[in-house]
């Protein structure tokens, strides 16, 4: 059972993987080219995945008393405060530079674009430095 | 008319886009787990940081999983690469993808979400505050995006 937990998050990527590659999300261009507003797919891909993942999270709960592998449904509780709005300023101001976002960067490399280990090495240095100097609550 | 606004197609971004929900429903259903990425990249330096913010239990206790997902999600993009890709690599300088990385990083940290935690979580959670915090990364990442281009930086 316990072994079945990992092969269950191992699969749940690679089919969150596999649609970021089929999307070509794993390419920033693609992702620059909808923020000019010359290629508005990005809104079919984010359509696409809150419909399905709008269904499970929904129905999942309703129908079943807890997951298939044990445990207890998580709900997502976000908070508005300034952390929040400032904090997706920012993110928004770096996915607007490079049009990399931190699903893709991870995703890319199975894809073999090597410059997201760039993004990646960004990614993590700015996740310690918000971690270090700006912990909050 | 539609065609105008979409001209690599449609059906290869609803299909990937619905895998993509497939993905974050299957971690639900199966494990009850919300499966958003960025926080993998503070769980992650749980395991050589000895600070107390990084060794919270939110952080240490998801680690494991955030990995795995994370390996997942390198696999499957590979399992595409080996089945239909070709060969990619961005353009974009290696400066703004480290700049923007780091701004990324610090930002979906600190607001606690990405395009994955509020974009497709958030929504799919029906939290108003990650609809906020939609609207306003895209908001950002418009005008940017925008500003680079109008400087006459290349992407």
Known sequence: ?137 | MIADFFPQGMTHYLMGGLLIGAGVGTLFVLRGLIGGTSTFFTSTWSYVSSRPFFQQGRFVGTRGWRAVYAAGLVLGAAVFYLLFGEAFQTAVPAWRLLVGGVLIGFGARLSNGCTAGHGICGLASLQLPSLLAVLTFLGTAILVAHVMLWIGVAA
């Open chain 1, 1 to 137: 059972m316990s072994a079945l937990r990992w092969v269950a998050a191992l699969v749940s990527g690679s089919l969150f993987g596999f649609g970021l590659a089929w999307s070509t999300m794993i390419r920033p261009e693609v992702v620059i080219d909808f923020l000019l507003f010359r290629d508005l797919g990005l809104l079919l891909v984010l359509g696409g995945a809150v419909f399905v993942a709008l269904l499970c999270y929904q129905l999942a709960p309703r129908l079943l008393r807890q997951p298939l592998l044990g445990g207890a449904f998580e709900h997502r509780r976000a908070v508005l405060d300034r952390r929040t709005l400032l904090g997706a300023a920012i993110f928004g101001m770096g996915w607007g530079l490079c049009g990399v976002c931190p699903g893709p960067a991870i995703a890319g490399l199975g894809a073999a674009n090597w410059p997201l280990l760039i993004a990646l090495l960004g990614i993590f240095a700015g996740a310690y430095l918000q971690g270090r100097f700006f912990p909050g609550r």
